[in-house]
């Protein structure tokens, strides 16, 4: 999973309005971001949405990204992940009871081929049965994902353009299947849907404002370069070079093909475009952190602190960055600054580790004992 302040604050303004128009608690409704070139979006356990790197680079609009989004908070709210375990449970139940009456048919007539066209049989009628489920609920939260746009007034056409794109990224399969085989209703189906349904829309005409535009631009441009090889990402941002996101994607490229000065300067200048904007200082810290000027990253951190203060991420990059500079004397900032970031993310196995590394120096060896169990035991939980 990627953790970074900036895509999970763009990610939530983007889904925190549809989440609440769900009925649903947006501090209890977690989006996670998977490292995975896929397209690709579901839920799990504890009202958690995961959204791949792939898919967010894949949208072009906020909308588009706001689509997805939707229909998965439709999942939540609809009770589908409860009610696909309980699908699962029957699907198993009569796969069973056929295998278990073609054992005894096949004992009675002496024919002990029944138990396996039983079963098989069996297995069949369990797996329609399932995606048939499957595919009532995606329809559901189709439809609910449209009503909860509108209820927030965005146009569903991104959505309707994002599942265009789905279509074209899978027609050959798409061509080659049975409707009833896919867990998902035939793409065509949902688009001829969502097309209906912006015909009735109030808000058919409706456009993301430039503010929105631009914040998902640098959240698509900072993931591509984070993700993707340096020479992709220049070749992808090589036009309009003034732009934000362009300077911000190949600021990143320069990075992580060595050529700080370039990087930097680009850095400098996407301060000068916004200068309130803590990512930015951010950035910076990180190119200066991992090319040894720990000094100079620490004040680009504090930096984005000042602008950012109730971010624990950028809390434990500033900590780390001054215990890489050895002065005694900064040892208790840095365990004030990682106790506070703890009470925010108190399952970020990085803090407790700057935790005990500071109680350590600070002759704690107690507490540095404390805090490095609670970091093994987290970082056990993320490698099992």
Request: charged fraction near 20%; hydrophobic fraction near 40%; glycine fraction near 6%.
């Amino acid at each position: 999973m990627i953790r970074d302040t900036e895509t999970e604050q763009t990610i939530g303004f983007f889904a925190n309005d549809i989440i609440s128009a769900a009925g649903l608690i947006t501090t209890a409704t977690k989006i996670q971001i998977l490292l995975d070139p896929e397209i690709n979006a579901f839920v799990s356990a504890g009202q958690r949405i995961t959204i791949t790197t792939g898919l967010i680079q894949a949208t072009e609009t906020p909308g588009q990204l706001m689509g997805v989004i939707a229909h998965e908070v439709a999942h939540i709210a609809g009770g589908h992940l409860a009610r696909l375990k309980n699908a699962l449970n029957k699907a198993n139940r009569t796969a069973q009871v056929s295998k278990f009456l073609g054992v005894a048919l096949g004992a009675i007539s002496g024919q002990a081929n029944l138990a396996n066209a039983f079963g098989a049989g069996g297995s069949h009628v369990a797996k329609r049965t399932l995606l048939k489920f499957s595919r009532t609920q995606e329809q559901s939260a189709d439809l609910a994902a449209t009503r909860y746009l509108d209820m927030v007034k965005v146009s569903s056409r991104g959505m309707l353009q994002f599942l265009k794109k789905l279509e074209d990224h899978s027609l050959l399969v798409q061509e080659n299947t049975v409707p009833y085989q896919d867990t998902h209703p035939q793409t065509k189906d949902r688009i001829s849907f969502v097309e209906n349904h912006l015909q009735q829309s109030n808000y058919r005409g409706q456009t993301a404002s430039p503010s929105s535009m631009l914040l998902h631009a640098k959240l698509v441009a900072k993931i591509s370069a984070f993700t993707n090889p340096p020479s992709i990402t220049l070749a992808k941002y090589s036009s309009s070079l003034e732009l934000v996101p362009v300077k911000y994607a190949r600021a990143i490229a320069f990075f992580k093909k060595g050529e700080i000065i370039k990087s930097l300067n680009l850095v400098k200048s996407l301060i000068g475009d916004e200068p309130d904007n803590p990512f930015f200082y951010e950035l910076m810290g990180q190119i200066l952190f991992e090319n040894g000027r720990i000094s100079e990253a620490r004040n680009s951190y504090q930096r984005a602190l000042e602008l950012l203060p109730k971010a624990p991420l950028i809390m434990i990059k500033l900590a780390h960055s001054m215990l890489e500079l050895s002065d005694p004397h900064l040892l208790g900032t840095i365990k004030k600054l990682v106790t506070r970031a703890i009470q925010k993310d108190p399952k970020n196995h990085m803090a407790w580790h700057l935790l005990g590394t500071a109680y350590d120096r600070s002759g704690e060896p107690g507490l540095a004992a404390l805090a490095s169990a609670e970091y093994n035991l987290l970082l056990r939980r993320e490698t099992t």
